[in-house]
């Protein structure tokens, strides 16, 4: 990677990862307007850094964490930071996105497997002979206790980890940094990230049930009916083969474009327009008559209505126009008007 693209990555992700810090130390609500919007503002710069490190051949199997450059090592978090902010999101089906995220989390266990930094067991849901295994209670008991004291043994080394975490930060800021503590730091970041990782992807096996039954409940309930979907989220993997084509595609396709007149001509093939070429059998409304450009004068339209009502005897009308006749009886005008007089 040349100078100036490694300026600009080193840019692009510590412009992500400030915004992501405002993200998460930020009171307002995750689903506000602001909130998304950075959410996804984020993630964009986090997706445009992920490209430029895999061109960059930063990762690679056959070496260890000791053969990573300092600077390269924070470039790790990448996936870990999309996939924690993938779930923050709240537009879209809340089951793809918990997939994304699911594939980030997962991507990023095994690079830090691959460098010594974790060995976490990645779980494959797989049945022998279609047969489902039974515990006795001794088994889930046991189960349910080592689950609980891991969890508090990650609780514990978390805190410790984001304890040291802030210590370094301080030393860091320091212009001129000893490069051993910079790197500390950068592996006790990851460490964090690693148990963050971990907690999500438990939270996310618990949740996938619960998913699955309120679709379930909501294919029963409601009638399947077509609707537009919006467009599935898709995770960008550190990777080197074709990398911008796998990431960009091979371009959007051009946006339709028409004329006025093509514009018009739609609408009056919709019937949302008037067809000019056809003469007239009805009186023109005023909403015709807007749509049209035409001049028509509201006094004429309602004259001509109200005459149409009379010839066709409409009972409603002459019902309305004898209960007026009658108000215009019994209040005659000027009489509730006593110019402030007693």
Known sequence: MSDIENIQLSSIFHEGLDLFNNIQNSKEPTNSLDTQLSIKKCMKYFEQATP???????????????????????????????????LKLT????????????????????RTNEYGLSNYVVKENKT????????????????????RANKIQRFNEKKQLQTCLESLKQDVENEHVDEEIKRNYFLTMIKVFIH???????????????????????????????????PPLKPIIITRDEVQKAVYGAGYPSLATMTVQEFYDK??????????????????SLQDAALSGASINDEDVIAEETE???????????????????????????????????
């Open 196 to 230: 963050e990782v971990i907690d999500e992807l438990i939270s996310i096996e618990m949740e996938k049930p619960i998913l699955e039954h309120r679709a379930k409940i909501k294919s029963d309930d409601i009638p399947n009916t077509p609707r537009e979907k919006p």
């Open 267 to 284: 609408r009056v093939a919709e019937g949302v327009f008037p067809d000019p070429n056809k003469p007239r059998t009805a009186p023109m």
């Open 52 to 86: 430029l490190v895999s061109l960059a051949n930063i990762f690679s199997n056959n070496e260890t964490i000791d053969e990573l450059a300092t600077n390269d090592i924070q470039y790790l978090l990448l996936p870990a930071l999309l996939g924690l902010l993938s």
């Open 128 to 147: 022998k002979d279609n047969e489902t295994r039974t515990e006795d209670e001794f088994e889930q008991l046991r189960h349910a206790v080592n689950t």
């Open 308 to 342: 149409n009502k009379e010839e066709q005897d409409n009972e409603e009308y002459i019902q309305k126009m004898r209960a007026r006749d009658e108000f215009k009886d019994d209040h005659r005008r000027g009489w509730g008007n006593r110019m402030n007089r007693s």
């Open 91 to 110: 537009s879209g089906e809340r089951k793809d996105i918990i997939e994304v995220a699911e594939i980030y989390f997962i991507d990023f266990l095994k």
